[in-house]
């Protein structure tokens, strides 16, 4: 079967969870790190849909117009009806970091979209746009407009802008429009309403996200959108399941979803560098559960001249846990916000730490949390591509890595989001 679609995710965490929602609907597929060979295509020869997973959320505009072009291209070269610039649900983005709009604009250059339809609303994860406000759940279990959620507090992209037409007006001066929740009653009214929209000359449109009927419809429209021109789409995960609601309708795919029992792992090594509330509680939860725990003193790690030694005793005492059996958390911050690295700087660092123990010491999974270190510190373990292994929980799956070393010992990973995650998200994530 040609491939139904292709993606660019801006962090790794995003990039796993569609790679979940394609392979939980039947939909073969892989994650790569960077545009796959043919060679690297030929060890998944039966795929209908692959992603790239990228770092540009932490990125600066001129970055993405150095990097992004030549990936976009090559997707753009697979032919796929469909390719999705992935963003997280929160929308969080500024004019100097991960700017959205900077990645249409690429994006319309690539492939010569007629618009670019941007779905941000993900129900699954508890994410709703409503008159282009955006609304997501927060970890007191409770809706909250972005501007007085916990992402509105957000060290680098704090989302303090709840209507995300004006959000993106400050990264782009594209013209920006909005399907209403009261047009997506029905596809003629949808269909109508997208119609003026691109009559009033708006080439970036929103749509609200307000339900599973509203994504439906949503999928429906687009995908009978794409005529001879590749759609660029932008949007969350939710943009995702609103195409795989339109291939069931159009009978490209049976309606099915897949549920496989995650196998236990142990022992369980967990690396976070997020900030965020969710985690940190997260992480006292680990501690309050017989977990290891080992905060890394960032300073020491980043040194040029201390860096060596203290990574060299960091991976002896991890080393010592994981031999005895015991599930360990290296964590840079709770309760509270880093003090100076960036995330990139800080996540790379992280991931040679994570390399150089797993030579000495295997670990079956792997948990990175939040969003810039899982997708920097990834990039330091010589893997190649991802495939889903089972679901934990929304918007964190595990994955099993493959590695451009074939040779290489087995590894799961779990890439969690700063943001997502129960309190006991690592008892789930340690399976059985």
Known sequence: MPLLY???????TGSTDVLEQLAIHGIAAALFLAPPTLDELQRFPSIQALGVAGDSRSRSPEWMSTHLPPIFGSLANLRAPILHYKVCSTFDSSPTHGSIGRAIELGIEATNSPFVPIVVGAPHLRRFVHDGLLFASAPDGHIHRIDRHPMSKHPVTPMREPDLRNHLARQTSMPIGLVSHTDLHSFASASAALQAR?????????????????????????????????????????????????????????????????????????????????????IHWAADNGFQIIRVDTGKLLDHHAAEAYRASLIHQVAGYLAQRKDTVLYTALDDSPSSPAGDTLGSALGVLVRKLLLHTPAPRVIFCGGDTSSHAIQQLGISALTWAASVQPGAPACRAHFANTNAQPLELVLKGGQVGTDDFFRAARGG
């Open 6 to 12: 292709t993606y660019y995710g801006d962090d790794f």
């Open 198 to 282: 691109l009559s009033s000359g708006h080439r970036a449109i929103f749509f609200d996200t307000v339900d599973a009927q509203s994504l439906s419809i949503i999928g429906e429209l687009l995908w009978s959108r794409k005529g001879n021109h590749r759609l660029f789409c932008a949007g969350s995960s939710g943009l995702t399941t609103a195409l795989i609601s339109a291939w069931c309708n159009s009978g490209l795919l049976a309606r099915q979803r897949l549920a496989i029992r995650l196998p236990a792992a142990s022992p369980l090594l967990v690396v976070s560098g997020s900030c965020s509330v969710a985690t940190s509680r997260q």
